[in-house]
């Protein structure tokens, strides 16, 4: 059955019509001669939002790793046509988007061809582009194999090797699964004791069912560069990945003003924690770069030498950095914060744990017990280390609600007892204490917890209370250790993605914490639809959906309700046409002239597929031309209208969803005359409270239909 269609499957034809404006020509940042320099050469293009790489070896040789983004091909064109180049030596493809295989006709057509062969994964794909670069490869594609290896300058002491390490998913995903991202194939560049790793859009979502990356890190290894996976993506560049591939630089293919939020600050984060300096074609439309870590220099060329030890550098606009072939990382310091709290004597009576998180004076209180008519406090927090640490400073502060004499104390995970590091008189104002012992080994036990304990003395004159304001460990780790992945009891160490929620489907909702666009692209793709339309034809149920014609979206699939069964697959076929900066999809299921429930599943690039509905339609007896549902102004601040017109007289329920399924607002529901309805909201949930700022869903139920319009609340 043919896949649903995908923005990037739109036939070249299509481009046009999409107005897309093609970015500005970049200037390269520096010129080489094709004859070869004599030393390894790998020119990461200034494409946009996209992927392209020339790889130049000593003597010369060249190799494209994918080829740019169909929707602006310019860079790429000058780009070479910059260097002199009418034939490239070979074709490297990760995996069949768009933003990675879309320029290659378009260089044919100014007279760069590929020479010698181009490699990809195999198999098919469904789209213009891809027919497009068949059609310019012809007999010189081919598919390359795991662990298949082509050499440049074969006749060099030092030749230059690209090995094919994984490819289809790697035994962990599957070929004819529908992530084309999770396929990609990986390749490493290898020169002497240089190494750069290539892999496209790979996946690694260790929540997902397409943690690719967690299996080819290890059989990649050591390397120097990395070209990050998926412009910088949060579902890529995991943490066991990094560990086994021990980068010091990261190279970030993006586009400004990207609508997927690349690069994210999830991605950067694990970057940086491993000790990758990273590298930006262009400043993206996420994360803010670091200048400790990050560097936005246009067209990224790596030079590199062969032998051990030897340098490398990176080059932009406006820099040229050094590294050294299987150089190490230096250290990098960390600071975590409280994950739990244990009270030993008395109880917290205001906050939890989470109050320990910042010096804010927002405390966490634990108000004293009493035995034999003393009153005392004595509590401890734990600090669940992500890394092994080299070495350990403890930071506590807070104080009393009356002067008391307070003991700290840590763990002795050797000898099972508390070793006390301090005591002081503290009263209303708060103390910090810090402490670094010096074999702190003693204090790390085996799930790396760090426990610290704050006790008051007695006090036969009555109550007092305990203040916690702040607790922290602050250490430093090795690039490239492994992380501790938290348990149930260490909850603040780590945030999971919830499930995919249905809309109005309140019972399942799960809360969703979106750190970035692309977390709410990715994680609930849903969220870039802006009109859904159920309706009765005489061919079946019509469902209609419009998209933005640059969204970040991968496809759909659509399903029926079914009595007892749920919810049953219905089929992903739609026509898909372009209206001015739109993408408008439809889906008939033939045959359902009696109507029926149906529900819209989306999925990003990466990311779990998240559904809204229910959309429910009735039979064609209950056919009604014209209805549409108006919003305005959208984006609503402080008011917004809903419009309809109804043919005739009937029910109506108006409803307001936010993105994970829960009810918020019922701006209508009751019987309506025919003719113009207009609905005035304020904004308001139906407990009559503000409705924050972000995205929100307009249901309209009515005639035989339903209508679905995005809805925008603007911060207030």
């Not at 802006?530 to 998209?547: A, E, H, N, Y």
Request: aromatic fraction near 10%; proline fraction near 4%.
């Amino acid at each position: 059955m043919r896949r649903s269609p995908r923005l990037g499957w739109l036939h070249p034809s299509l481009r046009r019509a999409f107005g897309v404006a093609l970015v500005a020509l970049l200037v390269p940042a520096a010129a080489f001669a094709i004859a070869g320099n004599g030393k390894l050469q790998i020119h990461h293009m200034d494409i946009g939002q996209g992927d392209a790489a020339l790889l130049i070896s000593p003597n010369g040789q060249t190799a494209l790793f994918d080829d740019g983004n169909y929707l602006s091909c310019t860079n790429i064109k000058s780009y070479l046509q910059g260097l002199g180049l009418t034939t490239v030596d070979y074709h490297f493809l990760s995996h069949y988007h768009s933003d990675h295989l879309g320029c290659i006709d378009d260089l044919a057509a100014i007279g760069i061809v590929i020479g010698t062969a181009g490699y990809d994964r195999g198999y098919s794909y469904s789209s213009g582009t891809y027919t497009s670069y068949v059609n310019t490869l012809g007999a010189k594609r081919h598919t390359i194999a795991k662990n298949q290896t082509i050499t440049l300058d074969t006749g060099s002491a030092h030749p230059v090797s690209i090995k094919c390490v994984d490819l289809n998913g790697a035994g962990v995903y599957s070929p004819s699964g529908s992530d084309e991202n999770a396929k990609s194939a990986v390749y490493e560049v290898t020169y002497g004791n240089f190494n750069e790793v290539i892999g496209g859009d790979l996946t690694g979502d260790p929540a997902s069912s397409n943690d690719v990356e967690t299996t080819v890190g290890p059989e990649t290894g050591d390397v120097e560069v990395y070209k990050v996976h998926h412009h910088g993506s949060q579902y890529s560049s995991n943490d066991n990945w990094l560990n086994a591939v021990t980068p010091e630089v990261g190279i970030i293919s993006c586009g400004d003003g990207n609508s997927y939020g690349h690069p994210t600050t999830a991605a950067l984060t694990r970057l940086h924690n491993h000790g990758v300096h990273t590298y930006w074609t262009e400043t993206g439309n996420g994360a803010t770069p670091n200048p400790t870590w990050d560097k936005v220099g246009g067209t990224i060329v790596i030079q590199a030498q062969w032998a051990a030890g030897a340098t490398y550098t990176v080059a932009g606009s406006g820099f040229t950095d050094t590294y050294t072939n299987d150089g190490s990382a230096p250290p990098i310091n960390i600071t975590q914060v409280a994950a739990s709290a244990t009270v030993l004597k008395g109880s917290i009576s205001t906050g939890d744990y989470t109050r320990l998180a910042i010096s804010d004076d927002v405390k966490m209180s634990v108000s004293a017990g009493v035995t034999g008519g003393n009153y005392y406090t004595d509590w401890y927090g734990s600090v669940f280390l992500s890394h092994p640490p080299l070495d350990l400073k403890v930071t506590y502060e807070g104080n009393f609600t009356i002067s008391r004499t307070q003991t700290l104390y840590l763990w002795n995970w050797s000898t099972s007892a508390w070793d006390q590091f301090n005591t002081a008189t503290v009263s209303t104002t708060d103390v910090t204490a810090n402490y670094s012992p010096a074999s702190f080994g003693n204090y790390v036990g085996p799930s790396r917890e760090v426990r610290l304990r704050v006790k008051g003395d007695d006090r036969a004159g009555g109550s007092y209370t305990s203040r916690g304001d702040y607790l922290a460990v602050n250490y430093d780790y090795t690039s490239g250790t492994s992380p501790m992945l938290a348990s149930s009891g260490q909850a603040g160490t780590l945030a999971a993605v919830a499930a995919p929620a249905a809309i109005a489907s309140v019972a399942s909702a799960t809360p969703l914490l979106l750190a970035s666009r692309e977390a709410l692209t990715d994680a609930m793709p849903t969220s870039v639809l802006r009109r859904i339309d159920g309706s009765p034809t005489r061919d079946g149920v019509q469902l209609t959906w419009t998209v933005g014609s640059g969204d970040h979206i991968d496809g759909f699939n659509v399903y029926r309700e079914s009595g007892d069964r749920g919810l049953v697959f219905a089929g992903n076929d739609a026509t898909i046409t372009g209206r001015g900066d739109e993408a408008i999809f439809r889906f008939v299921d033939p045959g359902a002239t009696a109507g029926g429930t149906y529900w819209l599943g989306a999925r990003a690039c990466s990311g779990p597929e998240t559904m809204i509905g229910p959309i429910r339609v009735e039979g064609a007896s209950a056919l009604v031309t014209g209805l549409t549902l108006t919003m305005a102004p959208n984006p609503a601040f402080e008011v917004t209208r809903f419009g309809f017109t109804l043919e005739r007289a009937g029910a109506v329920t108006l409803e307001i969803f936010d993105l994970q399924g829960r009810r918020i607002a019922t701006p209508f529901r009751g019987h309506s005359a025919a003719g113009t309805v207009d609905v005035d909201w304020s904004l308001r949930d139906d407990q009559g409270r503000p409705v924050e700022a972000g995205l929100y869903f307009a249901r309209l139920e009515t005639e035989g239909r339903t209508l679905y319009t995005r809805v925008n609340i603007a911060a207030r």
